[in-house]
């Protein structure tokens, strides 16, 4: 099945995430002060990822594929999950509870990887049928609100 040019977003989206999770383990883990900069850049590149999923792919594709409703009622569950932790770790950063910020990033990391696996393996190759519009896309991803994830960030 060729892959859609919106699913190749969402994955280096996924990768962003990672490392943007990473990048925020190891700033807190150098012991340098505490600042809203590398906290808001990974909230933003994970929020930015779940609001596209949830506002854009997965209304579709429920639409679309109905049969899918389980599955991505559990990934919805998984980015509530996201969500609620990022709230958790944004108070523990800045309440200086560094070691407990980095242990519930160290488990939102697990989420994630988990999370993006199983949607790039289940959801990711059904885009086609949620996204068949070509105008829709350029709408909703290359001028719209829903941007595709650059190369590098």
């Excluded at 989206?13 to 700033?27: S, V």
């Excluded at 949830?54 to 594929?65: D, G, I, S, T, W």
Aim: glycine share 4%; aromatic share 4%; charged share 30%.
């Amino acid at each position: 099945m060729p892959h859609h040019p919106i699913s190749e977003s969402l994955v280096r989206d996924h990768r962003l995430c990672e490392l943007a999770l990473q990048g925020l383990d190891d700033w807190l883990a150098s012991g340098s002060p505490i600042v809203r900069h590398p906290l808001a850049a990974c909230s933003i590149a994970l929020l930015r990822n779940v609001d596209t999923e949830e506002n854009v792919l997965y209304p579709r594709l429920r639409a679309a594929r109905p049969d899918m409703e389980p599955t991505l009622a559990r990934l919805s569950r998984d980015h509530e999950v996201i969500r609620d932790q990022l709230w958790q770790i944004d108070s523990l950063v800045h309440a200086e509870e560094r070691d407990e910020a980095r242990r519930l990033i160290a488990r939102l990391m697990r989420v994630l990887a988990e999370h993006n696996q199983a949607e790039e393996s289940t959801v990711f190759p059904h885009i086609g049928d949620a996204l068949p519009d070509s105008d829709e896309i350029v709408r909703l991803f290359g001028s719209g609100h829903f941007r595709q994830a650059p190369e590098a960030a």
